[in-house]
């Protein structure tokens, strides 16, 4: 199984901007489709967004959509998450988290479609 680190996290001001890590180890990272969840206080986890094994297919929860970019470089085993424009709403832990499925992945937004986690990274944004 992969082994999931995040990094990048912290505290920033409303509109500004962090960018989110997370370091693969353990298995073949072009193996795995790479997603990003969140969990604030009380809630669930939600899908962020998700990028397929190459990094061409890539998709969005709407409440980011156009203010977070997913990306991946497969040669030094890591996943992004470019956040701008944070919202307080935007509060929450931050999860990476890979998929073994290699497909086009638009329907995978579930957390049962993972099935390897990172430890998580606090992100607050406040107002």
């Known amino acids: 199984q992969v082994q999931l680190v995040e990094s990048g996290g912290g505290l920033v001001q409303a509109g500004g901007s962090l960018r989110l890590s997370c370091a693969a180890s353990?298995?073949?990272?072009?193996?795995?489709?790479m997603g990003w969840f969140r969990q604030a206080p009380g809630k669930g986890r939600e899908f962020v967004a998700r990028?397929?094994?190459?990094?061409?297919?890539?998709y969005y929860a709407d409440s980011v959509k156009g203010r977070f970019t997913i990306s991946r470089v497969n040669a030094k085993n890591t996943v992004y998450l470019q956040m701008n424009n944070l919202k307080p709403e935007d509060t929450a832990v931050y999860y990476c988290?890979?998929?073994?499925?290699?497909?086009?992945?638009?329907?995978?937004?579930?957390?049962?479609?993972?099935?390897?986690w990172g430890q998580g990274t606090q992100v607050t944004v406040s107002s």
């Open positions: 990028s397929s094994w190459s990094g061409e297919g890539t």
């Open positions: 988290a890979a998929d073994p499925y290699l497909g086009a992945g638009s329907t995978r937004f579930s957390t049962w479609h993972y099935d390897a």
């Open positions: 353990g298995r073949t990272f072009s193996n795995y489709s």
